[in-house]
């Protein structure tokens, strides 16, 4: 008999342990290490359970035994984890789009046919240029919803009617949008990007085939040290070899530096599609 376990909505799903194990593969870990943990998993599964709760506890299991697979497996709560100004998931945002061949700016200001607006990312490529406001909830039971679709569409045709006849909306976020969203978003050939839409080219999948993951990913860094590389608009793990100036000002030094830069090492490279 399956055991219901709760969403972060505080639905309930029964507990799939192929769910468990894609995710753990996908994160790096081998077929052994995956394996052992989804048995320690089921064993300590309980009804009602929440979802984040057994991350936590797949989580702290694969912590114990490798750092690279276990900061890609948090890449969800790292993007959570990105504070409340907003700012680190523009600038995420961009770095994606820079990796996927785009030349792309944060916080512009665009001229619109009846106003102006700010725009969170500006990315060009090809003749095509996307205005992408980037939606960030520091709680996976926050959606995009129907409202924030609505206001983005009417921005881009005001840039559109302005003279910008290639200009393209897009809304991304870090956790979901809500199913009127998505119908709407269609219907009007309006971008979506979330955490797991659309399929085969989700913010998740496209953050691990660039190998691009955040600071706060980091397993071998305190949460306040995460904070203060946010805080210095240090966003991306790979650019922390620049940076040594500023973890030596935390005190990250000697032994310590050196476990870092080995996870930043086994964690920021793209891995395989599962």
Same mark, same amino acid.
């Given at each position: 008999m399956s055991v219901l376990i709760t969403k972060s909505d505080g639905t309930a799903e029964p507990f799939e342990a192929e769910k468990l194990l894609r995710s753990l593969r996908r994160s790096g870990a081998d077929e052994a290490t995956a394996e052992h943990i989804r048995r320690e998993v089921e064993h300590e599964l309980r009804p009602a359970m929440t979802t984040s709760e057994i991350y936590s506890r797949a989580f702290a299991h694969l912590s114990s035994e490798k750092h690279g697979p276990a900061a890609r497996y948090s890449l969800k709560r790292a993007l959570l984890d990105f504070g409340p100004s907003g700012f680190p998931f523009e600038a995420f945002v961009a770095e994606i789009y820079r990796a996927e061949g785009y030349q792309a700016s944060i916080d512009q200001i665009i001229k619109g046919n009846c106003v102006e607006h700010e725009v969170d990312v500006v990315a060009s490529k090809g003749g095509e240029t996307l205005y992408v406001e980037a939606k960030f909830h520091n709680s996976p039971a926050f959606k995009a919803d129907l409202k924030v679709v609505l206001y983005v569409q009417a921005r881009i045709e005001d840039i559109i009617a302005a003279g910008h006849p290639d200009a393209k909306g897009l809304v991304v976020t870090n956790t979901k949008f809500t199913d009127m969203a998505k119908r709407y978003a269609e219907c009007r050939l309006l971008g979506l #990007?979330?955490?797991?839409?659309?399929?085969?080219?989700? #913010?998740?999948?496209?953050?691990?085939?660039?190998?691009?993951?955040?600071?706060?990913?980091?397993?071998?860094?305190?949460?306040?040290?995460?904070?203060?590389?946010?805080?210095?608009?240090?966003? #991306?793990?790979?650019?922390?070899?620049?940076?040594?100036?500023?973890?030596?000002?935390?005190?990250?030094?000697?032994?310590?530096?050196?476990?870092?830069?080995?996870?930043?090492?086994?964690?920021?490279?793209?891995?395989?599609?599962?």
């Open positions: #990007l979330s955490w797991d839409y659309p399929q085969g080219a989700t #913010l998740h999948e496209r953050i691990d085939r660039a190998g691009l993951y955040p600071v706060t990913a980091l397993t071998t860094l305190s949460k306040r040290e995460k904070m203060a590389l946010l805080g210095d608009k240090i966003v #991306l793990c790979n650019t922390l070899e620049s940076h040594r100036d500023t973890l030596l000002r935390l005190g990250v030094t000697g032994t310590k530096a050196e476990t870092v830069f080995q996870e930043v090492r086994a964690l920021c490279s793209p891995v395989r599609d599962i």
